[in-house]
Nanobody
Framework: QVQLVESGGGLVQAGGSLRLSCAAS????????MGWFRQAPGKEREFVAS????????YYADSAKGRFTISRDNAKNTAYLQMSTLKPEDTAIYYC???????????????????WGQGTQVTVSS
């Protein structure tokens, strides 16, 4: 079993940056692909980015391409989401999740993830 805890959220002005962290417990972190999702008020949870267990393969939603970077450090059992050039529409609760699926396409679906963190709030002011 994997437990996930997100941190790094907060209030930032438009154009600013934040780095989210996702700390995992357990010795099997490196065997899972990781993903970041977000959910804004009144909207469904949406895919943001994913990374393979090795870190060699990353995949982004169109809204994240060129602005967000997903990474991981298996030695630290931690995944990251570096967000830059933030926009008010990026305001949401951000969740990290762990997946056994190896296909980047499949990892765009929240239903392909086995474990979830509790989320961290990101608010971007205009």
């Amino acid at each position: 079993q994997v437990q996930l805890v997100e941190s790094g959220g907060g209030l930032v002005q438009a154009g600013g940056s934040l780095r989210l962290s996702c700390a995992a417990s357990g010795r099997t972190f490196s065997s899972y692909a990781m993903g970041w999702f977000r959910q804004a008020p009144g909207k469904e949870r949406e895919f943001v980015a994913s990374i393979s267990w090795s870190g060699r393969t990353t995949y982004y939603a169109d809204s994240a391409k060129g602005r967000f970077t997903i990474s991981r450090d298996n030695a630290k059992n931690t995944a990251y989401l570096q967000m830059s050039t933030l926009k008010p529409e990026d305001t949401a609760i951000y969740y990290c999740a762990a997946s056994r699926y190896q296909s980047a396409d499949e990892r765009t679906s929240q239903y392909r993830y086995d474990y979830w963190g509790q989320g961290t709030q990101v608010t971007v002011s205009s």
